[in-house]
């Protein structure tokens, strides 16, 4: 099992920044790749970022990229995600999610086993 929680939303200017962290658990932590995920009000769950544990590399949602970079530090288990550039279309709740180490590419939340409660990120004009 892994139990992840995030933290790090709150309210920001348009053009702001902030950092997401999730703090995760139990088995291995780099045994498993990491993604973040969000929902916004009256809309699906999204892909925002992922990075694969193993090998490190990094996969962005187009919406997000070059805005925000998704990290990792082992030795604290936590999977970061700096957001910059924010706009006000970036509001949502953010999730972070794991799933045992696959091939695939990690962008499809229904290959994610573990969920943490989510952080909410509002962004304002």
């Known amino acids: 099992q892994v139990q992840l929680v995030e933290s790090g939303g709150g309210l920001v200017q348009a053009g702001g920044s902030l950092r997401l962290s999730c703090a995760a658990s139990?088995?291995?932590?780099?045994?498993?790749?990491m993604g973040w995920f969000r929902r916004a009000p009256g809309k699906l769950r999204e892909f925002v970022a992922a990075i694969r544990r193993s090998g490190g590399s990094t996969y962005y949602a187009d919406s997000v990229k070059g805005r925000f970079t998704i990290s990792g530090d082992n030795a604290k288990n936590t999977v970061y995600l700096q957001m910059n550039s924010l706009n006000a279309e970036d509001t949502a709740v953010y999730y972070c999610?794991?799933?045992?180490?696959?091939?695939?590419?990690?962008?499809?939340?229904?290959?994610?086993?573990?969920w943490g409660q989510g952080t909410q990120v509002t962004v304002s004009s």
């Open positions: 139990g088995r291995t932590f780099s045994s498993y790749d």
């Open positions: 999610a794991a799933r045992w180490a696959r091939y695939s590419r990690p962008d499809d939340p229904d290959q994610f086993d573990y």
